[in-house]
């Protein structure tokens, strides 16, 4: 095996405050590092928690900006799991964010679908061996 783990994914933003004040600011993810590496370029990374992180890489030029939101071709490209889908609800509904789909139960859990403020969509799921579904319905 070449890898042992994913360390990090990248998310493509508008700028890089716009996506610190979403990830960090209304998801609640941790700054993990915000380094400047130029006049134009920093070194962002926020992490939900887990060892797993995104490094939030503000669009440098035209093709790169034309791919802000749509990094998954419109699909759910980004996946969260809870342990209390209710509450994440509750508190994604208070954070102003964007809920797509409301919850459903599926084979694996329960699920909602949100949107970030650049387009992304993600599943956020609270995997079926720990489902509360009952209290979010």
């Given amino acids: 095996m070449i890898a042992s783990r994913l360390a990090m994914v990248t998310i493509v933003v508008p700028d890089y405050d716009a996506g610190l004040a979403f990830f960090v600011g209304k998801l609640g993810f941790a700054l993990v590092e915000d380094t400047t590496l130029d006049a134009k370029k920093r070194w962002v990374v926020v992490s ?17 900006a034309s791919a802000i939101g749509r990094q998954a071709g419109g ?63």
């Avoid at 939900?48 to 790169?64: E, M, S, V």
């Avoid at 996946?79 to 508190?91: G, K, N, R, V």
């Avoid at 949107?115 to 489902?131: Q, T, V, Y």
């Fill in 48 to 64: 939900p928690g887990n060892g797993a992180q995104l490094l939030l890489a503000r669009a440098a030029n035209d093709d790169q």
């Fill in 75 to 137: 699909r759910v490209g980004f996946f969260l799991h809870t342990d209390d889908i209710a509450q994440s609800l509750a508190l994604l509904t208070k954070a102003g964010v964007e809920i797509v789909r409301p919850v459903s139960r599926e084979a694996y859990g329960a699920v909602l679908v949100f949107r970030d403020p650049f387009g992304n969509l993600w599943d956020l799921i609270e995997p079926a061996a720990s489902s509360k579904v009952e209290k979010a319905a």
